[in-house]
């Protein structure tokens, strides 16, 4: 018989104002909550019924409102429910009628159900988003909860590999992308943190010589209604609300809070095997989108703190990333948010870095993008987060938004100039040599005036957002109809060349071209100073049959293919071959930029050269040759100018690479002189695996197929 008892009340102890989110000590759990608007706050803890208990928080301390709780465990499901001004005149949102999401959880469960619970608006008439009285519509079981984890994890032996820039190869991948149809890994498995970190994930990526793998977002974010209503999902996650909790959708434990040990356990995997673990991070935006976006969390614990509005009319956000608002990185509260997130995953998540999604919008101090804003001077005197990589994607949206190469020293960044002067050198587009050489080289132009080392131009040819490696040698124009949009979401200028054919063909010298031109653009990024970045997916030949945005594709078209391993099993054995060259050849992975002088005084052997097809130094005249498809550069091993890390001095071989991107074949006149007078040939493109047993003596000539790249190693 049920007692008609009413359940016991909670002890309340007054808590402490920090650490700020739900922490478990082990006995209870201590609760703490930012809002500088709030004029009272209730804890919610939410039953597995789905009834909540609300406990008003009487304890508040510079605007931080706390309690603690003896009795609350881990797995306990809670979020809060702010009052205070609703007046979006004033750039206040709050609506009690919201259970809110704690910006600190550390895990999240249940889903979102879309619904007018959700939004504190008239869905029905648009214009009351910027106005008018909410509809006070319950959203408790419409929204996630928050939920109470155990903190506590056996790390055993764990350690950080802490690789060097200049010997790190990242690997760009997906969770559920790289995992849901692996035959080697268990159904159970597939799609999960656990599948990733499974054997047969870090066998392949050990393969290709990989040190650091770079995971596109995992914090906690929601599909959008509008994707759903259309059948879709937000595949990417770049939709964040979460910045402390791993995605749980990604957790094959499937209890609440069981992402976050499954997380752990597929890091310390990784490391056991030398690998870092990077996180793609998006402090740049939050879910809640524009004025008429859902609340369910910052908007109601405190807008006017958390977002940028616009100055002339606070009802409306600033969108420096497209999405619909931009994080207040002005605000201390919000930095703190971010910096607290960022030494979270490094000391408890034992990351090892991260790619900052947007990052020109961390920077906008007030609308320009600054240099020394106070994101940036607070990750440069962080003991924790200075310590490990940190990536920027060097652009947004906004205004001047384009910033590559003007991060600060700390910093290394996606190199899209890199990326759009390969493109266009491989598909034959008129371009100088000079870019293509300055690219090749580590981009000195934009690295080394703010002290910074090759390392910190982060090559790459492919990343996620873009055409695959496949796509990009197999389309001229993207593919995008089945993402709803008529086809004009994505990029339309993609630097891309077909081969002479739309997409699939059965045409064999196409076929020839564009598997040739893949291994060029393979062994161009891996034989380029700079840290070279793979997408998951291009040593086998991935392809998005043309799409080249599929954010909302969830499915087969942007899952990887494991069958392509065998079918594509030259390109992946290829991709092997390189990236166990620069493995192996400390002269394609310097730690400083070449000089171009003389290695020693009063001797002419430097440590680069560039020639011409004909064996010649290249001149004035042919740098400023208007189009440029030939050359070649010799790079002297023994002229390498930094100790290793026992303070020995580096030496290696000598190489030659001789690049032909003309349409037709060429002879290379290999140079006289004190280069070398015997080359062999140690890799070739116009062979499907790169082998060759080629051996030429110096004056000699060797020809180069159409489109083709030979890498010649000093053996006399």
Same mark, same amino acid.
């Given at each position: 018989?049920?007692?008609?008892?009413?359940?016991?009340?909670?002890?309340?102890?007054?808590?402490?104002?920090?650490?700020?989110?739900?922490?478990?000590?082990?006995?209870?759990?201590?609760?703490?909550?930012?809002?500088?608007?709030?004029?009272?706050?209730?804890?919610?803890?939410?039953?597995?019924?789905?009834?909540?208990?609300?406990?008003?928080?009487?304890?508040? $301390?510079?605007?931080?409102?706390?309690?603690?709780?003896?009795?609350?465990?881990?797995?306990?499901?809670?979020?809060?429910?702010?009052?205070?001004?609703?007046?979006?005149?004033?750039? +206040?949102?709050?609506?009690?009628?919201?259970?809110?999401?704690?910006?600190?959880?550390?895990?999240?469960?249940?889903?979102?159900?879309?619904?007018?619970?959700?939004?504190?608006? $008239?869905?029905?008439?648009?214009?009351?988003?910027?106005?008018?009285?909410?509809?006070?519509?319950?959203?408790?079981?419409?929204?996630?909860?928050?939920?109470?984890?155990?903190?506590?994890?056996?790390?055993?032996?764990?350690?950080?590999?802490?690789?060097?820039?200049?010997?790190?190869?990242?690997?760009?991948?997906?969770?559920?992308?790289?995992?849901?149809?692996?035959?080697?890994?268990?159904?159970?498995?597939?799609?999960?943190?656990?599948?990733?970190?499974?054997?047969?994930?870090?066998?392949?990526?050990?393969?290709?010589?990989?040190?650091?793998?770079?995971?596109?977002?995992?914090?906690?974010?929601?599909?959008?209604?509008?994707?759903?209503?259309?059948?879709?999902?937000?595949?990417?996650?770049?939709?964040?609300?979460?910045?402390?909790?791993?995605?749980?959708?990604?957790?094959?434990?499937?209890?609440?809070?069981?992402?976050?040990?499954?997380?752990?356990?597929?890091?310390?995997?990784?490391?056991?095997?030398? !690998?870092?673990?990077?996180?793609?991070?998006?402090?740049?935006?939050?879910?809640?989108?524009?004025?008429?976006?859902?609340?369910?969390?910052?908007?109601?614990?405190?807008?006017?703190?958390?977002?940028?509005?616009?100055?002339?009319?606070?009802?409306?956000?600033?969108?420096?990333?497209?999405?619909?608002?931009?994080?207040?990185?002005?605000?201390?509260?919000?930095?703190?948010?971010?910096?607290?997130?960022?030494?979270?995953?490094?000391?408890?998540?034992?990351?090892?870095?991260?790619?900052?999604?947007?990052?020109?919008?961390?920077?906008?101090?007030?609308?320009?993008?600054?240099?020394?804003?106070?994101?940036?001077?607070?990750?440069?005197?962080?003991?924790?987060?200075?310590?490990?990589?940190?990536?920027?994607?060097?652009?947004?949206?906004?205004?001047?938004?384009?910033?590559?190469?003007?991060?600060?020293?700390?910093?290394?960044?996606?190199?899209?100039?890199?990326?759009?002067?390969?493109?266009?050198?491989?598909?034959?587009?008129?371009?100088?040599?000079?870019?293509?050489?300055?690219?090749?080289?580590?981009?000195?132009?934009?690295?080394?005036?703010?002290?910074?080392?090759?390392?910190?131009?982060?090559?790459? !040819?492919?990343?996620?957002?873009?055409?695959?490696?496949?796509?990009?040698?197999?389309?001229?124009?993207?593919?995008?109809?089945?993402?709803?949009?008529?086809?004009?979401?994505?990029?339309? +200028?993609?630097?891309?060349?077909?081969?002479?054919?739309?997409?699939?063909?059965?045409?064999?010298?196409?076929?020839?071209?564009?598997?040739?031109?893949?291994?060029?653009?393979?062994?161009?990024?891996?034989?380029?100073?700079?840290?070279?970045?793979?997408?998951?997916?291009?040593?086998?030949?991935?392809?998005?049959?043309?799409?080249?945005?599929?954010?909302?594709?969830?499915?087969?078209?942007?899952?990887?293919?494991?069958?392509?391993?065998?079918?594509?099993?030259?390109?992946?054995?290829?991709?092997?071959?390189?990236?166990?060259?620069?493995?192996?050849?400390?002269?394609?992975?310097?730690?400083?930029?070449?000089?171009?002088?003389?290695?020693?005084?009063?001797?002419?052997?430097?440590?680069?050269?560039?020639?011409?097809?004909?064996?010649?130094?290249?001149?004035?005249?042919?740098?400023?040759?208007?189009?440029?498809?030939?050359?070649?550069?010799?790079?002297?091993?023994?002229?390498?100018?930094?100790?290793?890390?026992?303070?020995?001095?580096?030496?290696?071989?000598?190489?030659?690479?001789?690049?032909?991107?003309? $349409?037709?074949?060429?002879?290379?006149?290999?140079?006289?002189?004190?280069?070398?007078?015997?080359?062999?040939?140690?890799?070739?493109?116009?062979?499907?695996?790169?082998?060759?047993?080629?051996?030429?003596?110096?004056?000699?000539?060797?020809?180069?197929?159409?489109?083709?790249?030979?890498?010649?190693?000093?053996?006399?």
């Amino acid at each position: 018989m049920a007692s008609s008892e009413p359940a016991p009340v909670p002890t309340v102890w007054p808590g402490s104002s920090y650490p700020l989110g739900a922490t478990y000590d082990g006995a209870g759990t201590n609760f703490s909550l930012f809002s500088e608007v709030a004029e009272r706050v209730e804890l919610c803890l939410i039953a597995k019924d789905g009834t909540e208990e609300r406990i008003n928080l009487e304890e508040v $301390d510079g605007y931080v409102w706390h309690a603690y709780l003896p009795t609350v465990t881990p797995g306990q499901r809670y979020g809060y429910r702010v009052y205070g001004p609703w007046d979006p005149a004033s750039g +206040h949102r709050c609506d009690p009628s919201k259970l809110l999401l704690d910006p600190y959880g550390k895990s999240f469960h249940g889903d979102f159900h879309f619904s007018q619970a959700l939004f504190s608006y $008239d869905m029905a008439a648009d214009d009351l988003a910027t106005g008018g009285t909410p509809p006070m519509v319950d959203s408790l079981g419409h929204t996630m909860t928050s939920v109470v984890i155990n903190p506590f994890f056996q790390w055993a032996s764990d350690r950080a590999p802490k690789t060097p820039y200049h010997e790190t190869v990242i690997y760009e991948a997906h969770v559920k992308g790289m995992t849901q149809t692996h035959p080697g890994i268990p159904e159970e498995l597939r799609g999960t943190y656990a599948g990733l970190g499974h054997p047969a994930i870090i066998e392949h990526l050990k393969a290709l010589n990989v040190t650091a793998i770079e995971l596109m977002p995992v914090h906690q974010f929601m599909h959008d209604h509008r994707l759903l209503d259309l059948g879709l999902r937000n595949y990417w996650g770049y939709n964040t609300f979460g910045f402390f909790a791993p995605h749980y959708q990604y957790a094959a434990n499937k209890h609440a809070g069981g992402a976050v040990a499954e997380f752990k356990t597929m890091v310390r995997s990784f490391h056991e095997a030398g !690998i870092e673990v990077i996180l793609d991070v998006v402090y740049n935006h939050t879910a809640e989108g524009n004025h008429l976006g859902p609340t369910i969390n910052f908007r109601g614990i405190d807008n006017a703190a958390y977002y940028r509005l616009v100055d002339e009319d606070l009802r409306y956000y600033k969108d420096f990333t497209g999405t619909g608002n931009s994080l207040n990185a002005r605000h201390p509260h919000t930095l703190q948010l971010i910096m607290d997130s960022l030494r979270y995953w490094v000391m408890e998540m034992h990351v090892d870095g991260f790619r900052f999604d947007l990052a020109a919008t961390l920077a906008r101090e007030f609308y320009d993008v600054d240099r020394l804003s106070a994101f940036f001077d607070l990750v440069q005197q962080d003991p924790v987060v200075s310590q490990v990589k940190l990536i920027a994607e060097p652009w947004d949206i906004g205004e001047g938004g384009y910033q590559v190469g003007n991060f600060p020293g700390l910093w290394t960044e996606w190199n899209g100039k890199y990326r759009d002067t390969m493109r266009d050198y491989w598909r034959g587009e008129p371009s100088t040599l000079g870019e293509f050489a300055s690219r090749l080289t580590g981009s000195s132009d934009l690295y080394e005036a703010t002290g910074r080392r090759p390392g910190a131009s982060i090559n790459f !040819i492919t990343a996620h957002d873009g055409f695959t490696l496949a796509d990009l040698v197999s389309y001229n124009e993207k593919h995008n109809e089945a993402n709803g949009e008529d086809n004009r979401d994505g990029e339309s +200028h993609n630097r891309s060349w077909n081969c002479g054919v739309e997409g699939p063909t059965d045409d064999r010298e196409i076929l020839a071209l564009r598997a040739r031109q893949m291994r060029n653009f393979m062994a161009t990024l891996m034989l380029s100073q700079g840290t070279p970045m793979i997408l998951h997916g291009d040593e086998i030949g991935r392809t998005q049959h043309g799409n080249n945005n599929v954010y909302c594709q969830d499915s087969e078209l942007s899952w990887m293919d494991w069958s392509l391993v065998e079918r594509n099993a030259e390109l992946l054995e290829f991709t092997k071959k390189v990236t166990a060259l620069r493995r192996d050849h400390p002269v394609f992975r310097r730690r400083r930029f070449f000089a171009g002088t003389p290695i020693r005084s009063g001797e002419q052997a430097r440590d680069i050269a560039w020639l011409t097809p004909a064996g010649k130094e290249m001149t004035p005249e042919d740098w400023d040759a208007a189009f440029g498809k030939s050359i070649a550069v010799f790079l002297n091993g023994d002229a390498i100018p930094e100790p290793n890390a026992r303070g020995e001095r580096v030496t290696d071989d000598s190489f030659l690479l001789c690049f032909n991107a003309h $349409d037709q074949p060429l002879d290379f006149v290999v140079p006289d002189g004190d280069y070398a007078k015997e080359w062999t040939a140690t890799l070739d493109t116009a062979d499907p695996t790169g082998s060759t047993d080629l051996v030429i003596v110096a004056g000699e000539k060797v020809s180069l197929q159409a489109r083709s790249l030979l890498v010649l190693h000093k053996t006399a």
